[in-house]
Structure formats: C-alpha cells, structure tokens
C-alpha cells in the first residue's frame, strides 16, 4: 500500500567532545555551567594558547610567536579543550582561530616529537589523534568558526584553517601546502577539504609543487571567503564576526549542517535531507517582528 504522508523531519543532533550528544537550545544551560565548572580554570593556565570572551566572540590565539605558533601536541590537547568550551557557552556566538605575532601558524613543530620517528610520511598518533579531533570540533561546532589568518600557515596549520566556516586572509599572508617537500603525507583532511574549496585539479597543482602563495591568491582561488592588507585586518575581522553574529545562530547551525550533507555531492541527497531532517528554531517570531 502505497503512503502519500510526508516523511517524518528527524531532529538534528551536534556533538561536543567531553560532552555528548545534544539538541541545539536543548539543556544547553545545563551543559554549559557543568563544563565550565571543569574547563575555566585550564582555560586561564593554556601555555600555548590564549583564549578570550569579548562581546559574545570567543577567540582562540595560536600562542608561541618566538616559533611562529609551530602546532605541538601540547597545542593541540589545548586547542581542543578551547574549541569544546566555546562551544558548550550559549553566550558565544562566534569562535575566532588565529595566531599571535606575524603568523597564523608554521604547521607542526617537528622538534615536538623528539625521538619518535616518521614512518611512512605520517608524524604519527602523537598529533593526528588530537588534531583529527580538532579538525572534528572546528567543524562540527554549533556555531561559526572563523579562521583568521593573520600570516604565515603551512600545512597541518591550514589543515585547521580549512576546518573552519570561513577564512579570512591577510593580503600579505604566506600560505601553502608542504607537505610533499618534506616527505610527508596529509592526514589531517588537506586532501578531502582542500579541493572542495579550490578544485581538483589547483588543490593537484598547490599539493605537488609545495608552492606558497599569497593570501590575495588564496583569496583569488576561492580557498578564503574575504582578504583584507594587514594594516586593515583586525577592523575587516570586526566586521565579518559582526555581519555573521547579527544572523540567526539557529539558521547558522541548520546551514552548518546541511553545508556538511551538499560536501557529499549527492544533490538528490542533499535535497531530500534539507527537506527531511528538523532544526529547532527560537528567534523567528521576533526576527520577522523587527522586520515587519
């Protein structure tokens, strides 16, 4: 027999490591002090990152200048706990990654791994575990991510900043994929995210000749959103995070997710998920209020 009722909408779910699964507004009081009471006090002792909440913003900096905020296990144990945090606090309304000095972030600082080797062109579990988390947490949080790259990012340093919603890029900006100059393979989604920004065949063409390029060419090439000289960037910062926080953050976390389904490819997918699945919605009636 055949069943002409519509399909039934299924709620969609966030995930914050440490925390679980929730429903976007759903006891998210709740959640947020019962994290707090755990995160607040390592949030103000990170060695290697600084963490700030300024009118509803939170910002996370990359935080070794003297060695161009090189990625460090250490790094990545904090970043992780930061990303969780600002996620878990309903009064963040946008998350800010970027890096102190004159760089976003060399990529990995090799000298952290000590005696360890690198076999097979991976650094190893050491940093892949918590930076494949990380790349998760950047994505998957139930807010806008902004990377804010501020200079140099290489490699597993713009593995993170395609993790994030949106990149905004210094005109002046070095940036690249090194990968194979060194030997070594991409295991932080370099390959998966990369061409989903520039296309296959300039994601081939960055990845193989290890080239740098300037933020106004990674701006050019689609692989960042805005870019701004940097004597103008931490005012073109201030008006992105404002023109994305003045949006509705329940229409923010639907897009998120139904931006994550389109990345599949599958429109007859995409299409029936963006009708099928259910977000709730809090600020509507107001919203239309203002505007009528």
Same mark, same amino acid.
């Given at each position: 027999?055949?069943?002409?009722?519509?399909?039934?909408?299924?709620? @969609?779910?966030?995930?914050?490591?440490?925390?679980?699964?929730?429903?976007?507004?759903?006891?998210?009081?709740?959640?947020?002090?019962?994290?707090?009471?755990?995160?607040?006090?390592?949030?103000?002792?990170?060695?290697? #990152?600084? +963490?700030?909440?300024?009118?509803?913003?939170?910002? #996370?900096?990359?935080?070794?200048?003297?060695?161009?905020?090189? #990625?460090?296990?250490?790094?990545?144990?904090?970043?992780?706990?930061?990303?969780?945090?600002?996620?878990?606090?309903?009064?963040?309304?946008?998350?800010?990654?970027?890096?102190?000095?004159?760089?976003?972030?060399?990529?990995?600082?090799?000298?952290?791994?000590?005696?360890?080797?690198?076999?097979?062109?991976?650094?190893?579990?050491?940093?892949?575990?918590?930076?494949?988390?990380?790349?998760?947490?950047?994505?998957?949080?139930?807010?806008? +991510?902004?990377?804010?790259?501020?200079?140099?990012?290489?490699?597993?340093?713009?593995?993170?900043?395609?993790?994030?919603? #949106?990149?905004?890029?210094?005109?002046?900006?070095?940036?690249?994929?090194?990968?194979?100059?060194?030997?070594?393979?991409?295991?932080?989604?370099?390959?998966?995210?990369?061409?989903?920004?520039?296309?296959?065949?300039?994601?081939?063409?960055?990845?193989?000749?290890?080239?740098?390029?300037?933020?106004?060419?990674?701006?050019?090439?689609?692989?960042?959103?805005? +870019?701004?000289?940097?004597?103008?960037?931490?005012?073109?910062?201030?008006?992105?995070?404002?023109? +994305?926080?003045?949006?509705?953050?329940?229409?923010?976390?639907?897009?998120?997710?139904?931006?994550?389904?389109?990345?599949?490819?599958?429109?007859?997918?995409?299409?029936? @998920?963006?009708?099928?699945?259910? @977000?709730?919605?809090?600020?509507?009636?107001?919203?239309?209020?203002?505007?009528?």
């Amino acid at each position: 027999m055949h069943d002409d009722r519509e399909p039934r909408k299924q709620p @969609y779910l966030f995930h914050v490591p440490g925390i679980g699964t929730q429903s976007p507004k759903l006891n998210r009081t709740r959640v947020t002090s019962q994290f707090w009471d755990v995160t607040r006090v390592r949030l103000g002792t990170m060695s290697q #990152i600084l +963490v700030d909440i300024t009118a509803g913003v939170g910002t #996370i900096t990359l935080n070794r200048p003297d060695a161009l905020n090189a #990625i460090t296990p250490t790094m990545l144990g904090e970043l992780n706990v930061a990303v969780a945090a600002l996620s878990a606090d309903d009064g963040v309304h946008a998350i800010v990654l970027t890096g102190s000095g004159r760089a976003f972030s060399a990529g990995v600082d090799l000298k952290s791994l000590g005696a360890r080797t690198i076999d097979n062109g991976c650094v190893g579990d050491i940093l892949d575990v918590p930076a494949r988390a990380l790349t998760t947490a950047l994505a998957a949080a139930p807010k806008p +991510v902004i990377a804010a790259v501020n200079g140099f990012c290489f490699t597993g340093a713009l593995e993170l900043a395609l993790a994030c919603d #949106i990149i905004l890029v210094a005109a002046e900006a070095k940036l690249g994929d090194t990968h194979a100059k060194f030997g070594l393979r991409p295991t932080w989604g370099m390959s998966q995210r990369l061409p989903k920004l520039v296309g296959l065949a300039r994601a081939r063409e960055l990845s193989f000749t290890a080239r740098m390029i300037s933020g106004q060419e990674a701006f050019d090439i689609g692989l960042a959103a805005r +870019v701004a000289p940097r004597d103008d960037f931490a005012d073109a910062l201030a008006t992105l995070v404002g023109e +994305v926080i003045a949006s509705s953050n329940d229409s923010i976390v639907a897009y998120k997710d139904l931006y994550r389904v389109a990345e599949s490819g599958d429109l007859a997918k995409g299409l029936a @998920y963006e009708y099928g699945t259910e @977000y709730q919605f809090t600020d509507t009636n107001e919203r239309l209020a203002d505007f009528l």
